[in-house]
C-alpha cells in the first residue's frame, strides 16, 4: 500500500495538543501515513516527524515577532522547497494564522490540497482573511459552531468538527481528593481565579485578584489560585507577596480546580471556554495596557470579549473590562452572583447548553473522516 504524506503546521502549545487528538485517530485507522512538519512532544507522541524544535515557534507579540523574521524566513523556504520537490498529499494547518495563512497560500501554488482545522479568529478582527481562507483552503475544520454561517456566507467548504476540549479535559480527582492534596476547607465555599498563562496577563490580572480577596471573609471562603507553568515564579511569588490571606496555589490541576470550586474569576482567553464547558459559574476579566487597548478597540468588531458569550450568542457570563477590572468590582460581582441563587443556577443551566453545544461531535473523528476523504483513503 502506498504511503500517503500529510504535512501538518501546529505552531503553538495548544494546537499541538489539538492535532495529537486527531494523529492518535489516523494512526488506529490507517497504517500508511507518514506526518512530519512543524508539532510538538504531543503530535510526536503518535509518530509526528518534527522538522525543527518546536520552542522556536513559540513567539508573541510584535517586537518578539520582528526578532525571529529571518528565522520564519529560512522556515518559509524550508517548506517551499518540500513543496516543490517532494509534494506531500495533504497539507493540514493547525490555527497559528500568522505562519499559516502564508504556506496555505504556498501550498496552493503547488496544487497540495489544504485543509484548515482552527481557523483565525477573523469575526473578531482582519475580517478579509475569510477571502484569503476561501482562495488558498480546500475545506475548513471549524469549532465554534457560528463560524458556519461565515462560510455558508461565502461558499466554502466547511465542517463543524465539535470543539477539542470535548475529548481533552480530563477530571482525574474527585472534589474531596482535590480538597485534600491542597488542604481545603470542604465547609467553606471555594474561590478559583485564573490570572492567565503569560506573564503580561499576570501583571495586569493578578493584583487585581489579590485585591477581591482581601475583601472576603477568610472564615467563609477558600481562595485558588492557578499559576501556569509558563510565567516567571518571582513575579508570581512577588505579587502575592503583598497578601497575608491564606491562598492555595493550584498547580498541574486546573481542570479539578475549575470543576471544583464554587465560582471562578477567569482571565479571558482558552480558559474560559474550559471553564465553561466543565459548568461552573464565572465571570471573565481582561485588562490591559490602556494603549493596547485602545488600538484594539479600533479592530475589533465584536461587542464580546468571553468566547462562551460569543459562542452562545447572549451574555451568560458577566464581563468585566479594563478599567471595571478592580478588586472592588471583582468582589462584588461574586457576591451578586453568590447570593442570588437564581442567578447562580440561570448561569449553570445555561453553560450545560453550551457543553451540549461544544461536545455534540468528535473532533478526532470528525477531522480524521475529513482527512481520509481528502487522501482518498
Known amino acids: 500500500m502506498k504511503s500517503k504524506k500529510i504535512f501538518w503546521i501546529a505552531g503553538e502549545n495548544s494546537g499541538d495538543l489539538h492535532a495529537s487528538i486527531v494523529l492518535k485517530e489516523l494512526n488506529k485507522r490507517f497504517s500508511n501515513i507518514e506526518s512530519f512538519g512543524i508539532g510538538g512532544d504531543n503530535m510526536k507522541a503518535y509518530g509526528f516527524k518534527a522538522i525543527y524544535p518546536f520552542e522556536r515557534f513559540s513567539v508573541m507579540g510584535f517586537i518578539e515577532v520582528v526578532k525571529h523574521l529571518a528565522f520564519f524566513a529560512r522556515v518559509e523556504k524550508h517548506i517551499k522547497d518540500i513543496f516543490k520537490n517532494d509534494p506531500p498529499d495533504l497539507v493540514v494547518l493547525v490555527d497559528y494564522p500568522g505562519l499559516n495563512m502564508r504556506i496555505a497560500k504556498l501550498a496552493k501554488s503547488y496544487n497540495i490540497p489544504v485543509l484548515y482545522f482552527i481557523v483565525p479568529q477573523f469575526w473578531a478582527w482582519k475580517y478579509k482573511r475569510i477571502f484569503k481562507l476561501q482562495k488558498y483552503t480546500d475545506h475548513i475544520a471549524y469549532i465554534l459552531p457560528f463560524e458556519g454561517k461565515h462560510f455558508e456566507k461565502h461558499n466554502i467548504d466547511a465542517s463543524f468538527v465539535g470543539h477539542p476540549i470535548s475529548e481533552e479535559i480530563n477530571i482525574n480527582f474527585s472534589k474531596e481528593e482535590f480538597a485534600q492534596k491542597n488542604d481545603l476547607d470542604l465547609n467553606k465555599k471555594w474561590l478559583g481565579f485564573l490570572p492567565g498563562s503569560r506573564n503580561a496577563e499576570l501583571k495586569n490580572m493578578l493584583p487585581e485578584f489579590i485585591n477581591a480577596i482581601e475583601i472576603f471573609d477568610s472564615n467563609k471562603y477558600e481562595f485558588l489560585i492557578s499559576k501556569a507553568s509558563s510565567v516567571l515564579t518571582k513575579l508570581f511569588q512577588r505579587i502575592l507577596s503583598k497578601t497575608n490571606k491564606n491562598i492555595k496555589i493550584v498547580k498541574d490541576m486546573n481542570y479539578e480546580m475549575m470543576k471544583h470550586c464554587d465560582f471562578l474569576t477567569v482571565t479571558s482567553g482558552t480558559a474560559t471556554i474550559e471553564t465553561a464547558f466543565l459548568g461552573t459559574p464565572f465571570i471573565i476579566v481582561y485588562k490591559t495596557s490602556n494603549s493596547s487597548y485602545q488600538i484594539g478597540k479600533r479592530f475589533i468588531k465584536i461587542n464580546k470579549i468571553g468566547l462562551p458569550n460569543i ?67
Open 311 to 377: 459562542v452562545i450568542e447572549k451574555d451568560i457570563v458577566p464581563e468585566l473590562i479594563q478599567d471595571d477590572v478592580n478588586g472592588k468590582n471583582i468582589h462584588s460581582t461574586i457576591t451578586d452572583i453568590l447570593s442570588d441563587v437564581n442567578t447562580y443556577n440561570k448561569i449553570s443551566n445555561e453553560l450545560k447548553a453550551l457543553h451540549v453545544i461544544l461536545g455534540s461531535k468528535t473532533p478526532s473523528t470528525e477531522v480524521a473522516d475529513i482527512i481520509g476523504k481528502m487522501i482518498n483513503e
